[in-house]
């Protein structure tokens, strides 16, 4: 029976620390959870932003308080 990669991908890491090798698991563990953040950022954002309404409608407001604050003497 074949394993799926990410078990494959697992077991390596596991025995890299038993050989003592776990400085490199550890960056392996590192690049995995800065892609799980990088991740959970972008979608938080998103789902901000779809709850907010859109991007362009907010830069849009943005950029019209800005033009009016401009235009007071």
Do not use: H
């Amino acid at each position: 029976m074949k394993r799926p990669e990410w078990q494959a991908a697992l077991l390596v890491t596991v025995a890299r620390f038993a050989n003592n090798q776990s400085g490199q698991a550890l960056r392996e563990y590192a690049l995995v959870i800065a892609i799980v953040a990088v991740t959970t950022v972008v979608t938080l954002a998103a789902v901000g932003f779809t709850i907010a309404g859109s991007l362009p409608a907010s830069l849009d407001g943005l950029v019209q308080t800005l033009e009016g604050v401009q235009e007071r003497p």
